[in-house]
């Protein structure tokens, strides 16, 4: 696959622009309905009990707040780097590289611990291949469908995201049938709500512990600022997205998750299999079960695919903002896909893979834990670039593109509960462990930054300055 040499201003090569409104849309959606919801939803029940849904409601609000500070800097700005880029327009390089590499790793996480899950769905059906075989079968496969092209991508994303917005719509209307007593199954009640230890067993300790997953379940929304350079109109189809997705990713969330508490008791939730499942085996007996099954397995395929997408594009626009090699920057002559970028990003899938064959105990919750911290440093400084961003937009343009509404208020309380979850990670010897290792990696992308990438960045702005010079 030939690839092209740098031919922008910038250093780097351009995307291709073949992203629809309805592949913009069901990116977000296929960013976040995936494992970390189907099969996660089983560690925060076990953490929070029937209270998760307070946990999910309130990673819902939080989604909303950042989201919509974020569509009104990608709309205004529309680059493939997205919030990363506007880290280091508006607070400086070394925000905007922390942001960027955290989120990469965030995201690189994710889909490995997507893989895991995808392996642990096909292992229901075929019980004697290893897991952690079906997760490096779904590394190879995935590596496959991101280096084909942008719209490939885009039209698979967009019908396997239906195949789960779909699944869950059911699952609500099946639960609520049995529940109001149109067709009554035994032992599925609103009484599951409060028996077996009450409400919130775990209190309200429980319920903050249980957030770092259910923002793991929510991370991906962001993928819409990513997708801004691709986008053939960001100006209609960013704040159409915005509207549509978090409209669906709150009911399909907030409501699931109630039926699912009320069907199953929330002690016999786990990550050995999904939930949903198991829930849907009550309602509908083994047919359905195994139907559902399959829908979760195209739930993790489709988180993967998106998690692939934006991790590269990511890598990409740093690489052309000179903190990476350049070879990251280049893409492929024939379909503009930035090749390079999406076979490191596709690499941890494999590592992934591995790392289930050595911890199969704890690998898939301590990678979604991890990778909750990673996405939720991201939104902090997509909140913290906002008004940076505005201001540099009003002076370059007069007037804003789109405009968030609420203003300051809406940017301070986004700010306020991001940090609000942080400290609530201090109560719980998981939620410790978990922000330890954010803040080692932390430490250590700071170090990477001293000691390499400032030097590349400021190399890159040079040559950008003197190309622009030329002109």
């Not at 960013?238 to 009320?262: D, E, G, H, N, Q």
Request: aromatic share 12%; with cysteine.
């Amino acid at each position: 696959m030939a690839v092209q040499q740098d031919t922008s201003p910038d250093g780097g090569d351009s995307l291709a622009k073949g992203l629809q409104s309805r592949h913009v849309t069901m990116l977000a959606v296929g960013g976040v309905i995936g494992a970390g919801f189907f099969l996660g939803a089983g560690s925060t029940i076990n953490t929070a009990g029937p209270a998760v849904v307070f946990s999910y409601l309130f990673g819902g609000l939080i989604t909303f707040l950042v989201m919509v500070l974020l569509t009104e800097m990608a709309v205004s700005t529309p680059v493939a780097g997205s919030f990363q880029k506007y880290a280091e327009m508006s607070l400086g390089p070394l925000p905007g590289f922390l942001t960027g590499w955290t989120y990469w790793l965030a995201f690189l996480i994710g889909p490995a611990s997507e893989s895991i899950a995808a392996g642990t769905f096909l292992n229901v059906w075929f019980p004697q291949v290893p897991i952690w075989v079906f997760a490096l079968i779904v590394a190879a496969l995935m590596t496959i469908v991101n280096l084909v092209g942008v719209k490939f991508f885009g039209e698979l994303e967009f019908w396997l995201s239906l195949i789960k917005v779909v699944a869950l719509a059911l699952f609500i209307i099946g639960g609520c049938v049995a529940l109001f007593g149109i067709a009554p199954v035994e032992h599925v009640s609103f009484s599951n709500l409060t028996s077996n230890g009450g409400f919130a067993p775990a209190g309200i300790g429980g319920v903050v512990t249980a957030m770092m997953i259910v923002m793991f379940s929510f991370g991906g929304t962001e993928a819409i600022g990513t997708a801004a350079e691709e986008s053939e109109h960001p100006e209609r189809d960013l704040p159409k997205a915005l509207r549509s997705t978090l409209a669906r990713i709150l009911i399909l969330f907030v409501l699931s998750i109630f039926v699912l508490v009320c069907v199953l008791p929330w002690q016999k939730a786990g990550v050995s299999s999904s939930p949903f499942v198991d829930a849907t085996r009550i309602l509908a007996g083994p047919i359905a079960a195994n139907i559902m099954n399959f829908v979760v397995l195209i739930a993790a395929l489709s988180c993967i695919d998106a998690g692939i997408y934006a991790t590269s594009r990511m890598m990409f626009s740093m690489s052309r903002d000179g903190f990476f090699p350049k070879v990251f920057a280049k893409t492929s002559s024939k379909t503009k896909a930035p090749v390079n970028a999406i076979l490191v990003s596709c690499l941890m899938l494999f590592i992934g893979a591995i790392l289930y064959y050595f911890f199969q105990d704890f690998a898939y919750t301590w990678l979604a834990s991890v990778s909750g911290f990673g996405f939720l440093f991201a939104w902090l400084m997509i909140c913290l670039s906002q008004p940076g961003m505005r201001a540099i937009a009003l002076k370059r343009d007069g007037k804003l593109a789109w405009q968030a509404p609420g203003g300051r208020p809406l940017q301070i309380a986004a700010v306020v509960l991001i940090a609000a979850i942080y400290v609530g990670q201090l109560f719980s010897v998981s939620g410790r462990e978990t922000l330890l290792a954010g803040i080692i990696w932390l430490l250590i992308a700071t170090g990477y930054y001293f000691a390499i990438g400032k030097k590349r960045f400021l190399a890159s702005e040079a040559e950008r300055s003197a190309i622009s010079a030329n002109k």
